[in-house]
Structure formats: C-alpha cells, structure tokens
C-alpha cells in the first residue's frame, strides 16, 4: 500500500490523558498536513509541515496539540490532557508542493474519543 | 479567512440521472484554486475534481462536471448517470494562490444514490 496511513484507526482515552497519532505519507511527498473533522463538519486545519518544518499552525490550535515530523518523513500529532472537546477525526493528508496544482491524498483517519 | 459553503446538507438521486451539488464561498482574492473531494464511507477522501480561478473554462473529469461561476462566487458539482459507487459525502474547498498553505472546506454534502 503507498498511499497514507494513519495509526491507530481508533483510539478512545480517558479524559486528561496524553494520545499520540501518527501519519505515514506517501514516500515522496514533501508536504504533510493534519486536520480535525467532527460529525457534519468539513475538515478544519491544523497544521502543516513542508519537509520537517512547521510552517504554519492554525490559531485554533491549543497549546495541548504538539506535531513534529523528524527528517522530513513520518509525522505524530500529540494532544495532551485530552478533553471531552477534543474528540473528532484527525485527518492526515500528504502532497508534493507544486504552484497551486497542489493535490492531497488523505489517510483513513485517527477517531479519537475522549471519555 | 475564507468561507465555504455548501447549503445542502443532503442530496439523493436515482442511479442513471444527473445531479448538481452547490458550492459558494467567500473571497477577496483574485486566484485562487477550487476543489471537490469525496469521502465515502471508508472515510479516506479522494479528489474528484479542481479548477483554477482564472482559467474560466469548466473543468470536466469524466462523468465529473463543473459549472463554475467566478461572479457569483459559486462552484457547482455535476455528476452525470450516477453510479451507486457515488455515494459519499462530497467537501468543496478552497484554497489561495497567494496567502498560506491552507484549504478551506465546506460542510458537506450527503449523496445517495438510489438503485
């Protein structure tokens, strides 16, 4: 499978505990974003790597969310002391950088519930 | 930020006929690219179709059809002899040519597809 993946597919934890998901993208691609979905939602941003750097982060995003990607590859995207608000999908989606023409390939998703 | 809006929370359509989900958004910019993503159940999405804000033919993609209005903001799905593989929820987004790296999508819209 070369497409993105996402582990674990499912992850329910109580609340104030740490969780940490983690994104694979497809080899090549230089680009990695995270989202967060919620019931009748669209996707929402959250952040975005080009290689290993953090360029952008949404304002949204609490001090809580951490994500990395060391050496350009794999990504984790850690939520400590969960809360109830926090349950959602989190959507990772990877792409090779062009100008504008920019296609993302989507994992299945992390669905996190926070008890 | 930018804003899109699909007013449809729920389409349905018989298998063989044509149906057209609604997109409008927001937007001072002058280019900016526009995209459809389906999400079937499996959650993984895929991009279905994209059009850039300055070329003003619509794109086509197969069975797949645009009707895009660059006026009145709004950015049209037509899907023609729906199959019942269409079924899924289907996202518009958007995305700046200038400003950021981020898409903007919409709430989304439920299709079902009727044998």
């Known amino acids: 499978d070369t497409g993105v993946s996402q582990d674990p597919r499912h992850k329910i934890t109580k609340r104030g505990q740490n969780v940490t998901f983690r994104c694979d993208p497809i080899s090549e691609h230089n680009r990695l974003y995270w989202y967060r979905q919620t019931l009748g939602q669209g996707p929402e941003f959250l952040t975005y790597?080009?290689?290993?750097?953090?360029?952008?982060k949404s304002r949204l995003l609490s001090d809580r969310f951490s994500a990395e990607r060391p050496k350009g590859s794999f990504s984790t995207l850690e939520i400590q002391r969960t809360e109830q608000g926090d349950s959602a999908m989190y959507l990772c989606a990877s792409s090779l950088s062009s100008t504008g023409w920019e296609k993302l390939f989507f994992g299945s998703g992390t669905q996190l519930s926070v008890l | 930020a930018q804003t899109v809006t699909q007013s449809q929370p729920e389409m349905s359509v018989q298998e063989a006929e044509t149906v057209t989900l609604s997109c409008t958004y927001d937007t001072s910019e002058s280019d900016y690219y526009l995209f459809w993503y389906k999400q079937p159940p499996s959650r993984q999405m895929i991009l279905v179709i994209r059009q850039e804000a300055y070329k003003q033919q619509n794109a086509t993609e197969n069975r797949f059809s645009v009707n895009f209005q660059k006026a009145a903001k709004s950015f049209s799905l037509k899907i023609s002899d729906s199959q019942l593989g269409d079924a899924a929820m289907y996202f518009c987004a958007y995305r700046s040519a200038f400003t950021g790296n981020q898409f903007y999508f919409g709430t989304g819209t439920s299709l079902t597809v009727i044998p």
């Open positions: 790597f080009q290689n290993e750097a953090q360029l952008e």
